[in-house]
């Protein structure tokens, strides 16, 4: 097995692959970027020269034939994450997949079998399993800090995404609950212990932004696993004041609370404003939470260090593309619920569905014709 850095290019030269790049560069014993692809010329060409990335391609494939490279990174949007996927996998690449992992059954099945069939790992970028202090939280649970745990809440709330594509259903496949809320239903799942999730009941509606989507704008979502314990998922694109990210865990014997931002920022108040305070906020006037640390706080140099060491046989993955498919599951679940106004039972798997919104949209229209 080779040594040294894991050699990783990345798909995608926006949000989240600055992100990808400015963590890996905090892990230079484990990783370095050393390419980066993307269709538009110039956003690539500029995240190669933020970060020092050697080498820059137009057409991810290309990228893929470059033989040093060992794990590729896909930042791009939903719709195109089975394709790439199944095209690293047969270049022979490990895969690193942001989340949501794609947009139906039947693509998450194809990717995990390609990437089974071509012995290459499919790492599935759920930073929560990495955040240090939901890490802690999991810690002080599995130690019996809590007793039995019967509830175990996570919320993502902002005031919607920053690029066109997310509002477009087409290509992200739904609105809040598919970009945010497999964060929840990953990080409760994984909290848990990974227990078969029994059933989703779910409530959505689009109540601020129906001018820019189809998708839902709100959501809550409540699951029950099999070990008896409950899940709720709050999540919104309609919520003032930049990224709120939070747990709560209940147990017969504890609890505790985690803010991820404010627990760790200066509560500031500024006249005159300043230049950043968190993800997503739009001012620096008046009250603010600036976070520092940002990458670290949510765990994404920690997750890119335990996918470089599970590349070099070191560590064995925590986040896979299995646990992408449950969480895929699971959302379409949700969405069926919200249409049908009813709790679903797990397993849950229709066929041909291409993209989860589907399930809501359709059941809403269905239902409103038949009233
Ligand atoms: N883990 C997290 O917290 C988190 C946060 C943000 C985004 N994401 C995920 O990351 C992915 C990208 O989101 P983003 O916010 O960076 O979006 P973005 O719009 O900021 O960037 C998308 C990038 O994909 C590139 N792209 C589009 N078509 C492409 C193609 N055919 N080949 C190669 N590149 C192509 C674009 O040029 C752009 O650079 C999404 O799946 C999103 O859900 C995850």
New binding site residues.
Partial sequence: MASGPVKVGI?????????HAASIQMIPDAAEVVAV????AG??AELARRYGIPRVFL??REMLKEPDIEMVT?????D??AR?TVDIARAGKHVVC???LCLNLEEAEEMIETCRRQGVLLLY???LFFTPKYRKAKEMADQGAFGRVYLVKQSEKHYG??????WDVER?GGGVFM?MGC?GIAFCYWFLGRPRIRSVYCQMGTYVHADKTLGEDDSIAILEFDNGAVGLVENSWARRGGMDDRIEVYGEGGVTYGNLHMGNALPTYSEYGYGYAVEKAPTTKGWSWPVFEELWN?G?PQEMRHFARCVRGKEQPEATGEDGRVVLEAIYAGYASAGQGRKIPLPFRPSGVRKPVDLWLEARQARAAGE
Avoid at 74 to 78: E, G, Q, R, S, V
């Fill in positions: 798909i995608g030269s926006q949000f989240e692959a600055d992100i692809a993307s269709p538009t956003h690539a057409d991810y896909i930042t791009a949007p939903n195109l994450h790439m942001e989340k949501p970028a759920e930073e995404p920053h690029s066109p594509w997310f992200s970009d964060h949510y994404f």
